[in-house]
């Protein structure tokens, strides 16, 4: 019976005839008398209104922007992004720069921080000549061996030798740093997300901690590092070594020099990759309009043929 209902309604409603009157309750009241209601309103009160609003959504939004960016539990900066001389599509590195970094390196940075996969022949035609490079490697002593009788023994570096590493290994780099391990920065360009704007920041971007910040006292503040507690003491200050070709040493000079020289070591193929790049684009220039020819030239035929088809027999 409840199924003949509902058929003899739907016949009735497609025909036009009564429907079954509505269930009890009570009736929502229609739109339209909201509308009408704002329509009512004088005009200083909706511009108060309006005015209202906006400075709530104003207000909401800047309360959780200063929440995210002043929450001193999870503070992280992010480096900004630098205008380095070689981060242009065809801009090769500067190598006075990066010689004056190894500089920084060799006298600040080595005595914590290995760069083992660095060879001294690396630096010929990049930051030194080979006789200087020949140089600095005869400064180094290497444990080389065994000799005739089995023995180690020591020798002048060659060009072939890397970098010297400060300790024998981890666990005395470790001892001598607080627990604290330096890593090795052949690749740390590479290994750090931002590049050399997160090197850069970091090397200059000690200072006190905030309001409500404790930092241990073997640990200092860097609000660029993860955790914001680093182990490394600030490495670089003004005028805390005097460059070769007399540039001022300023801590931005500093930090600018040794991190494009860690740009190179983390890429040494930089300036040949964009040269090709350079290269392979006017081949290309000039190849590009002949292929073009060609195409037009092999396809003429087939475009302007005409196909004509013969009514069957």
């Known amino acids: 019976m409840a199924a003949l209902s509902a058929a003899r309604c739907l016949v009735l409603r497609v025909r036009g005839g009564p429907l079954l009157p509505p269930p009890p309750g009570p009736r929502l009241r229609p739109p339209q008398a909201s509308l009408s209601s704002l329509s009512g309103l004088s005009r200083g009160r909706k511009v108060a209104l309006s005015a209202l609003g906006v400075l709530a959504a104003g207000g909401a939004g800047l309360a959780l922007a200063l929440h995210t960016a002043v929450s001193a539990g999870d503070l992280l900066l992010h480096p900004p992004n630098y205008a380095w001389s070689h981060s242009g599509l065809l801009s090769s590195l500067d190598h006075s720069s990066a010689r004056r970094g190894y500089q920084v390196y060799k006298q600040v940075c080595a005595a914590c921080h290995s760069m083992e996969y660095v060879a001294f022949r690396n630096l010929i035609g990049v930051t030194h000549t080979e006789e200087e490079a020949k140089a600095l490697a005869m400064e180094v002593e290497v444990v080389d061996g065994p000799d005739d009788n089995g023995e180690m023994f020591t020798r002048p570096g060659k060009l072939s030798d890397y970098f010297p590493n400060p300790y024998p290994n981890p666990e005395a780099a470790r001892a001598a740093n607080n627990g604290a391990l330096p890593p090795d920065l052949s690749y740390i360009v590479n290994a750090r997300h931002g590049g050399e704007d997160y090197v850069f920041s970091l090397l200059t971007g000690y200072c006190d901690p905030p309001t409500g910040v404790e930092v241990r006292e073997e640990l200092h503040y ?17 005028e805390i070594l005097e460059f070769e070709d007399g540039t001022p040493a300023t801590m931005s000079q500093i930090a600018k020099d040794v991190c ?14 964009k040269r090709m790049g350079m290269k392979t684009l006017m081949i290309l220039g000039l190849l590009l309009p002949l292929v073009y020819y060609l195409k037009r030239h092999k396809w003429s035929v087939l475009k302007s043929r005409k196909v004509a088809y013969r009514p069957p027999k």
């Open 260 to 273: 494009t020289f860690l740009r190179w070591a983390a890429e040494p193929e930089h300036d040949d990759r």
């Open 222 to 238: 860097n609000p660029y590092f993860t955790g914001q507690a680093i182990a490394m003491a600030p490495p670089i200050y003004n």
